[in-house]
């Protein structure tokens, strides 16, 4: 086929796509409350969603570099968009993610029982799936800005769907203002970078020198504003309370790739440097390592399903992190082989943390639709009735804890490849930082281990802890197929991971042209990977035959489970998710302040006894807030020039106009 004919039907695929994410909600503002519609709507999302991954895959297998124009007549140029394989490997997580939220939905969220607000969610879920698609495709800098402010406001609508409830609505301020805060930071630094090209186009691979004040100001303000989105301690203060409040179709989306635009944001403005200072792979390394410790602590504390989803959001946030700050020192070092492994790895873990982490929630979002609660010490034996939702959050939790035969094991090899490869290359403080992220890596690992020990022993087995909430039947088929196929997802790239070698090569080569020549087949064992996996699928599948054959030839008795030699066993003997977390939520307690409800024993006939522990939002209840309101005291005489007097504000307006055009006068 003629080059032209193949960037031409690449780009007419992801065109397609974006329609068809931005059209799907309107089916449902016509025809409110009908399940046809609503499958519609759905239909349209797939159908984009194949369309993306279509033309985002073509991309990546045979690299290329597609851009076009917008002759729109506006002051700032034209607009201009394009698609190469670094924009390809972030749009793959968001057209699978989405469009197998949108198919959930039929079953989660059906038009027939929510006509009230189902218009509106499905509206602005398309609404933000196209945002998101045009977001990542933006090279002129105000339409990026554009993209990024119709992303905010579609996931503030989305995620107050449920807008009666007050919580929700608290969540989705703190989102809103935290945002907006952070695209104050975005004007700022696309401000700077303007100033540093001379118009509104992204700068190109190494295009600006790194070692002066201004290239300063955009590394700081690019990391306080992308930062923001991605939820990197102590940025964070808005994720927990939003992941955990949305729908949990929603919560994927947000956790799966709104977070990852904040990822990729940083990714493409550090391609625009070259020279890089040490001390900017350092930083990104060391808040990688903070928020991928401290956010699995504070998942360990925490008694509610998606709210620990979320801290474990900001865990994987950090170890992306840790491999793109190791890219960085890798760079600034002259050391192509740290940033194809760094960088290799931190790609791969944003798609690979999109699929499991939205697995998760909506493995998650069918107990919750099953047992009508998300407090995980209400919950129990919810994997005897929902065996298949049992299973596929089962095979998410392993992958997120990073072991094999499940891809969160290859990203995280990738990176621990990369920390301990600057070991024997450097001898200073450059190669000292990534050789100590390794050991904070391997403690994220076994800590996540551990959380989702809990979380699964005390959700899917035992018994039912509440009789009010034990769980029903299983959930729909178009709940189990998405979650069937981010499940396949998982195990494809961990089973075979060398199918994505190439692709995610391309996309190395997409951050910096000089790595071409550092394939990543080379560097890390694909073969054992692919070895390992499969011996341990075929060990589990003999060791299940065999178990199988044996069960069946013995006498079955049944009895209740956590039964421990008591003759009349109640729920209460089981583990809760507190008492399970007592002692690593005492190990972080200088971080965590756990909050202790206990009725000790007493007396020769003691009464019922309980014990409680409470992580609060520490970051944002102990920091932030206190903070605001001695602001708020102190700023409280400033208040007083807001009269409500519109003349007044456009004399304040003029004073600021002269002020201003005085200042830029030369």
Known sequence: MHPFGESTIRILLLSLAVVCQALSGLPLLFYRGSTAAQKLAAGLMALGSLAGVSGALTVLCFPATLTYQLMLGLPFGPFEVGIDPL??????????????????????????????????????????????????????????????????????????????????????????????????????MFSLLKGEVGNYLFPGQGALPAQSAVATAIFVTALIGFGLKAGVMPLH?????????????????????????????????????????????????????????????????????????????????????????????????????????????????????????????????????????????????????????????????????????????????????????????????????????????????GLAVACFVKVFGVVFLGAPRSQEHVAGHEAPRAMLWPMAILAAVCAVIGIMPLLISSPLTGAVVGYSNALADEPLSGLVPFGWISALAAALVATGWLLWLYFSARTRSLPHAESVTWGCGYLRPTPRMQYSSSSFAAMLVNMFRMLLMPEVHKKEVTGTFPGQSSFQSHVPETVLERGYLPWLDYLYLKTSPIRHLQHGKLNVYIFYTFITLVVLMALTTR
């Not at 449920?162 to 695209?183: K, M, Q, S």
């Open 237 to 445: 203060v808005w994720l927990p309370s939003a992941h955990a409040n949305a729908p949990s179709h929603i919560s994927a989306v947000l956790s799966g790739v709104v977070l990852k635009t904040g990822i990729y944001g940083l990714v493409r403005v550090f391609s625009c440097f070259s020279e890089l200072p040490a001390w900017w792979g350092c930083t990104v390394l060391v808040l990688g390592g903070i928020s991928g410790v401290v956010g699995v602590a504070f998942a360990i504390g925490q008694h509610d399903l998606k709210r620990l989803l979320a801290y474990h959001s900001i865990e994987n946030i950090g170890i992306i992190l840790l491999g793109v700050g190791a890219a960085l020192i890798g760079q600034s070092q002259g050391v192509p082989v740290l940033v194809v492994l760094g960088m290799g790895g931190a790609l791969l873990h944003v798609v690979n943390h999109a699929t499991f982490k939205a697995l998760l929630f909506l493995a998650a979002g069918s107990v919750i639709h099953a047992t009508g609660t998300r407090e995980i010490d209400l919950m129990g034996g919810v994997g005897r009735r929902l065996p298949y939702s049992s299973l596929f959050f089962l095979i998410g939790a392993v992958a997120i804890c990073g072991l094999p035969p499940l891809n969160g094991f290859v990203s995280e090899l990738m990176v621990y490849l990369g920390l301990f490869s600057s070991i024997r290359r450097f001898h200073d403080l450059a190669g000292a930082l990534p050789a100590l992220a390794a050991p904070a890596l391997a403690l994220i690992g």
């Open 87 to 188: 924009s390809a490997i972030f749009l793959l997580p968001v057209f699978i993610v989405t469009g197998c939220s949108a198919v959930y939905s039929v079953g989660y969220w059906p038009a027939a029982s929510n006509p009230k607000n189902v218009g509106k969610l499905t509206f602005f879920l398309g609404f933000l799936a196209a945002a998101l698609s045009t977001l990542l495709m933006a090279r002129n800098t105000i339409l990026f800005l554009i993209a990024w402010e119709i992303m905010a406001f579609a996931a503030y609508f989305t995620l107050t769907t449920d807008d009666d409830n007050p919580e929700v609505r608290d969540a989705g301020t703190l989102y809103l203002i935290t945002t907006h805060v952070g695209t104050l930071a975005l004007f700022a």
